[in-house]
C-alpha cells in the first residue's frame, strides 16, 4: 500500500508515472478505432432523436465496424493494446 499524497507536486509526480505507464495503452490504434465508434454510435442516437436520416449512417458505420472487428483480428491487422 502506498503513502497518501500529502502535497501538490507528489500528485503531480503520481499522475505523470500513472501516464507514463497508460501511454501504450493510448498509443494503440484499436483504442481510437472504439473511440470512433463509440462517438459514431452517440451522434447517431443524437441524430436519430432529432428525425435526421443520417443516423442510420452513423449507427450503421459504428455496427459494421464491431461486425468487422472479429474479421481483422483474425486476420492480424488488428491486436489486442494490453496482451
Known sequence: ???????????????MATWRRAA???????????VLVAAMTVGGVFLAAMGDARSVLAIG?????????PVLHAKGILSW???
Open 61 to 69: 458505420s459504428a455496427v459494421g465496424y464491431l461486425v468487422l472487428r
Open 1 to 15: 500500500m502506498q503513502k497518501p499524497v500529502k502535497t501538490p507536486r507528489e500528485a503531480f509526480k503520481l499522475m
Open 24 to 34: 501504450p495503452f493510448f498509443a494503440s490504434i484499436e483504442v481510437w478505432l472504439m
Open 81 to 83: 493494446p494490453f496482451l
